[in-house]
Nanobody, 121 residues
Framework: QIHLVESGGKLVKDGESLTLSCEAFGRYFSEFAVAWFRQAPGKDREFVSC????????TYPPSVKGRFTISRDNRKNTCTLQMDSLKVEDTGVYYC??????????????WGQGVQVTVSS
């Protein structure tokens, strides 16, 4: 069992930056890929980024590629999402997830509770 706690969500303005953190409690965090997802009001949850178990391979959808950067520290059991040049459409609840494989694509196995990110114009 892995328990995930996200932090860092807040209200920011269009064009600003924000860093989200995810801390994992439990064993074997370093053996699995970690991903971030987001869900905007009235929309389905969507994939935002993934980093493989060793931290040397990251994946992004076109909507955030070049603006978001995912990283992890397996010694500290943490995963970070650096978000730059934020847009209003980046607004949503952001979730951290530990996947059931070493890299993307894999299915989420454990979820955090989510943090709200709001980007105002």
């Amino acid at each position: 069992q892995i328990h995930l706690v996200e932090s860092g969500g807040k209200l920011v303005k269009d064009g600003e930056s924000l860093t989200l953190s995810c801390e994992a409690f439990g064993r074997y965090f370093s053996e699995f890929a970690v991903a971030w997802f987001r869900q905007a009001p009235g929309k389905d949850r969507e994939f935002v980024s993934c980093i493989n178990w060793t931290g040397d391979l990251s994946t992004y959808p076109p909507s955030v590629k070049g603006r978001f950067t995912i990283s992890r520290d397996n010694r500290k059991n943490t995963c970070t999402l650096q978000m730059d040049s934020l847009k209003v459409e980046d607004t949503g609840v952001y979730y951290c997830a530990v996947l059931d494989g070493h890299a993307w694509p894999s299915s989420p196995k454990y979820w955090g509770q989510g943090v709200q990110v709001t980007v105002s114009s």
